[in-house]
């Protein structure tokens, strides 16, 4: 598996109330073997791009750190193939997607990290880092 691997923007309306838009990527490669003597079976790709906007809510904000919550709802598309001795099988399709976060925490001003406890397509728990170009905390 790649992991996700996410592109966020994201524009704040209030100091508590933001919106972004998520581009997410992950891949998955599977070699499959037979149980009994470990011999070459075939294999299993897939790619899934999901597009997901998101409304986040900040309850604490403070300069060094914000806590908060959010919730998207988007759409994803999936391409796959599988590939067993001479045969090979393509698929695509389309799903609807959501990530719910009940919290989140980010340190850091205009670079800075986060990690987030939630459920949805990105997972459990997501965690990474980010750059804010126009960084208002910054004045106060």
């Not at 790709?45 to 904000?61: A, C």
């Amino acid at each position: 598996f790649s992991g996700a691997v996410t592109a966020s923007y994201g524009y704040r309306f209030k100091r508590w109330l933001s919106l972004h838009a998520n581009l997410t990527y992950s891949g998955m490669y599977r070699r499959r073997n037979m149980k009994s003597d470990k011999t070459y079976v075939g294999t299993d790709t897939e790619h899934v791009l999901t597009f997901m906007p998101t409304i986040r809510f900040t309850w604490l904000d403070r300069p060094a750190i914000r806590l908060y919550s959010s919730a998207g709802l988007g759409g994803a598309m999936y391409l796959g193939r599988t590939f067993q001795n001479i045969d090979s099988e393509r698929y695509r399709g389309y799903t609807v997607s959501m990530q719910i976060t009940p919290l989140g925490i980010a340190f850091g001003r205009s670079f800075f990290g986060y990690v987030e406890g939630g459920f949805g397509a990105h997972g459990w728990i997501v965690a990474g880092f980010g750059y804010r170009f126009n960084d208002r905390t910054k004045s106060r």
